[in-house]
């Protein structure tokens, strides 16, 4: 047992699966002394704190051990994140490194379309930053490691062009950059293998191109990867869309096979995947799936 924590899981363990009435008795842990999280000491009563507003307004989803198994979890697709993996999908860290503090709460803030993740504007803010801190009690790497460093933005090499940056989008998309190998193709067998060769890389066929595919995560299941045409995209809000599809794809998706692109592609062909993607979700029609 970590010392200055009365462990959730311990006290748990013995009186979670306790059904009083149909309903789950859990118990809110308690600190006795501070906690070094990601390289910085946290006071107990921070996490007290923080414990209490999560078993209020997060435990019914994510579980009281932060395992997503919480009694209103069942059913929901896709299911609520195990946050003891120290990771989240849309953070603005490399994917795979610690969430930064800035990412849960713009997660929690403005939640994840198309789940069960609502945004939740009405926890106070002293509240919420206590969540944030009491979250990394649940992971044992903030014993370890330190946040990532965020993905830097770059200035937008399309600005006032973005239909030049979607087309030329397009082409790294189906060939440099070979989205379609698991998001759906929107180009033609024949464009798509002209693409390649244009960009010097080999693309293998595979059945089915204009559907996604289910790939491998470290949340327990396949996830099926996003087709940019068909329902709202999770992280991306209105008000700041290229932004926010930027730190997708620049940082990658934690926990999932996709990668961290900065670095990888030119700023350039980083920023037209941004716009491609943009036209894609708002019109449907930046290419046929074939």
Partial sequence: MTPGFTS???????????GLAGCTYYEVPRFDS?????????????LDRGAAAFMRS?????????DGRGPQAVGMDPPPRDLRLGIVSFASVPAGSLWRDEDVVRIVRAGLAGTGMRAWKDIPDDDLS???QFLKTLSPRFRDERPGEPIASSPDPWAGRAADGAARGRVVYHGLARCQSC???YATPAEIQAFARDAGVVIEP???PGLPLDIRSDFGRALRSTDFRAGPLRAVRPASRTEDL?????????????PTWKGALDEADLWALVHYVDA????GDAGPAR
Wanted: aromatic share 2%.
């Fill in 8 to 18: 959730a899981a311990t006290r748990l363990g013995a009186m979670a699966l306790l």
């Fill in 34 to 46: 501070d906690q070094v999280l990601g390289g910085v000491t946290v006071p107990a009563a921070t």
């Fill in 58 to 66: 997060c435990r019914p989803c994510h579980g009281a051990l932060g």
């Fill in 130 to 132: 206590a969540i944030v």
């Fill in 183 to 185: 998001h759906p193709a």
């Fill in 206 to 208: 595979r059945p089915n």
């Fill in 246 to 258: 930027y730190r997708s794809i620049a940082a990658g998706l934690g926990g999932t096979a996709m």
């Fill in 280 to 283: 894609l979700s708002r019109t």
